[in-house]
């Protein structure tokens, strides 16, 4: 099949984002607005972002980012702790937040503050059961015993099975999948479980780690895998089948200081904002699925959320241009993933 040039979609939203704070926002946010037209915050913040006040003071610094005349909506989470009280997921439903972040303690960036047993949580599970907030879940285990490659699989048969049986209308979305063993557990399940896939772990393997060196800025967590995981993730995004339907667009876009990624121990995260559709359709271009790049960026996320989708459109070309090898980050430098390479397609 003859792969299109050009490439026009509804404008895309990205469910699943990292903008730090400060004057990072600077120049994270309008990489991301220039695309998207709304984006789900992770709260990831030190100190995390746990009650309605502190997300709506954190909407409204993003929103400050967003340059004159471009329309971005930031769509806020709760960061879920042992201790997060029931009475919040209202007042937070009440502010317009859409959904609460479970990361695993100690499994990724500013995870510290994170679940150390589910258990703990579940009468706040009911309550976001109850008022139709979504679970956004970082699905790793983080016992120290299991091989980092294997705990997403270990996640799903110890922790994310018996949640999904204790909470079976509870909306949950498993975050950036990175496994064979993810992507079939979502195409098994009902209609309350759906996928995020990133740009990254669509486009590379483990091997894009270890390449000429120890590249540090494809270190990202949850880990690129092995070649047979990846394809399934590619199989999954592109299909056909009604399966398809519940994986959409999520980047994990995570932004470092690039004195702090080229490091003895570099942070986890890859950024690609600066670029993120050019390389999700790479990845669909390569698939001969360029007609279901829609579908993906544009329609499950928003459909799985019960949001509208959006109006307008983008349009991709498939023209070669190299991004800049870094961007400023505040008093700091931001090196993106595949900085200063060539990229087949480009944003018009």
């Not at 209202?90 to 937040?97: H, L, S, V």
């Not at 018996?162 to 909470?167: A, Y």
Request: hydrophobic fraction near 40%; charged fraction near 20%.
């Amino acid at each position: 099949m003859n792969t299109p040039k050009t490439i026009t979609i509804t404008r895309p939203d990205d469910w699943h984002l990292h903008v730090r704070d400060g004057d990072a926002l600077q120049t994270v946010v309008p990489h991301t607005a220039h695309q998207f037209a709304r984006a789900i915050i992770m709260p990831n913040l030190r100190p995390p972002v746990t009650t309605a006040a502190q997300a709506l003071a954190y909407k409204a610094r993003i929103q400050a980012a967003v340059p004159a005349g471009m329309k971005f909506e930031p769509l806020m989470t709760l960061y879920l702790t042992d201790s997060l009280p029931p009475d919040e997921i209202k007042r937070a439903k009440d502010a317009g937040m859409v959904a609460v972040k479970l990361y695993p303690a100690g499994a990724t960036t500013n995870s510290d503050a994170g679940v150390t047993d589910i258990r703990k949580t579940y009468k706040t599970l009911e309550a976001m059961q109850r008022e139709g907030l979504l679970l956004l879940v970082h699905g790793e285990v983080t016992n120290a015993e299991i091989d980092l490659f294997d705990r997403e699989a270990v996640f799903i048969d110890t922790k994310l099975i018996p949640l999904r049986k204790d909470f079976p209308e509870l909306k949950i979305v498993f975050e950036h999948i990175t496994t064979k063993d993810a992507a079939q557990y979502v195409q098994a399940a009902d209609k309350y479980t759906a996928a995020t896939l990133t740009a990254h772990h669509l486009l590379y393997n483990r091997n894009a780690i270890f390449t000429g060196g120890l590249r540090p800025h494809y270190y990202c967590l949850p880990v690129l895998k092995r070649e047979a995981h990846r394809l399934a993730l590619v199989q999954a995004a592109t299909s056909a089948g009604k399966e398809s339907a519940k994986f959409f667009l999520g980047t994990d876009s995570a932004p470092h200081p690039t004195h702090l990624k080229e490091h003895a121990t570099g942070c986890a995260g890859c950024y690609t904002s600066h670029a993120a559709m050019e390389m999700y359709a790479e990845v669909f271009a390569a698939a001969n699925a360029l007609d279901k790049l829609e579908a993906f960026a544009s329609f499950n996320g928003a459909d799985f959320y019960g949001l509208p989708r959006n109006n307008g459109t983008i349009t991709l070309v498939q023209e070669s241009w190299t991004p800049p090898a870094s961007f400023t980050f505040g008093d700091a430098e931001l090196k993106p993933l595949r900085s200063g390479e060539t990229l087949p397609w480009r944003l018009v």
